[in-house]
């Protein structure tokens, strides 16, 4: 078994199938690991995205970790593969992680709910960095990364991650005030290696891994 896998799920509702099948034919000659790529939640198994939105993600990491893969990088079914992967699999063996900056803050994305399970206030987090949740990998044996995971799960199984999507980023808010709290720092800003790309965003850079763009 390779020691590198990516993980994406793509559930059969709205765009997401599509999307998986662009993503899985992307990846196509530029990544020689493995590939896992579920339809259903219950395939991993997580509690649902109409549940508990997102869970599916640590949940994901884990199952990772219980097949016995050392370094795991999640893919959103947004994501397009327009270069070899490799550079993100020698950040994750560099750092044991590889978690990127979208270029927002906590405090404007986390609902008081999940404030009150971190035990913090909004004016704590002003100015705590969002990282990028669709794009972010972890090596499975690094303790740093497994406290990350375990805690980004314990959220999830409590409550933080719900919420409506006008105030809360669900999986990368709770993930962003773990990662402050933990004192990981994020890398680069996405539009290096994972920019969205389409009319309002502009030429991506020659630096891009990973195109992100919907259905």
Same mark, same amino acid.
């Given at each position: 078994?390779?020691?590198?896998?990516?993980?994406?799920?793509?559930?059969?509702?709205?765009?997401?199938?599509?999307?998986?099948?662009?993503?899985?034919?992307?990846?196509?000659?530029?990544?020689?690991?493995?590939?896992?790529?579920?339809?259903?939640?219950?395939?991993?198994?997580?509690?649902?995205?109409?549940?508990?939105?997102?869970?599916?993600?640590?949940?994901?990491?884990?199952?990772?970790?219980?097949?016995?893969?050392?370094?795991?990088?999640?893919?959103?079914?947004?994501?397009?593969?327009?270069?070899?992967?490799?550079?993100?699999?020698?950040?994750? $063996?560099?750092? +044991?992680?590889?978690?990127?900056?979208? /270029?927002?803050?906590?405090?404007?994305? !986390? @609902? *008081?709910?999940? %404030?009150?399970?971190?035990?913090?206030?909004?004016? $704590?987090?002003? +100015?705590?960095?969002?990282?990028?949740? /669709?794009?972010?990998?972890?090596?499975? !044996? @690094? *303790?740093?990364? %497994?406290?990350?995971?375990?805690?980004?799960?314990?959220?999830?199984?409590?409550?933080?991650?719900?919420?409506?999507?006008?105030?809360?980023?669900?999986?990368?808010?709770?993930?962003?005030?773990?990662?402050?709290?933990?004192?990981?720092?994020?890398?680069?800003?996405?539009?290096?290696?994972?920019?969205?790309?389409?009319?309002?965003?502009?030429?991506?850079?020659?630096?891009?891994?990973?195109?992100?763009?919907?259905?």
């Amino acid at each position: 078994m390779n020691k590198n896998v990516i993980l994406n799920i793509g559930t059969n509702r709205a765009w997401y199938p599509k999307g998986r099948k662009r993503l899985l034919d992307s990846l196509e000659g530029k990544f020689d690991g493995d590939i896992i790529s579920w339809t259903d939640e219950k395939d991993i198994p997580s509690p649902t995205h109409l549940d508990v939105p997102y869970a599916f993600k640590p949940y994901g990491f884990f199952k990772a970790k219980d097949l016995g893969y050392k370094n795991a990088f999640w893919a959103d079914s947004s994501a397009i593969c327009v270069k070899n992967v490799k550079p993100i699999f020698d950040e994750i $063996e560099k750092c +044991g992680y590889f978690m990127i900056q979208i /270029g927002d803050a906590a405090h404007r994305w !986390t @609902n *008081d709910n999940a %404030l009150k399970y971190f035990g913090v206030t909004r004016e $704590e987090v002003i +100015g705590v960095p969002l990282f990028m949740a /669709g794009m972010v990998g972890f090596d499975l !044996t @690094n *303790d740093l990364s %497994l406290e990350f995971l375990k805690r980004w799960k314990h959220a999830a199984d409590h409550g933080a991650f719900n919420g409506s999507w006008k105030d809360h980023r669900h999986d990368l808010a709770c993930g962003s005030i773990i990662a402050w709290q933990l004192g990981i720092k994020f890398h680069l800003m996405s539009c290096d290696w994972c920019p969205y790309i389409g009319k309002v965003y502009g030429k991506p850079k020659e630096s891009a891994i990973f195109h992100m763009q919907g259905m």
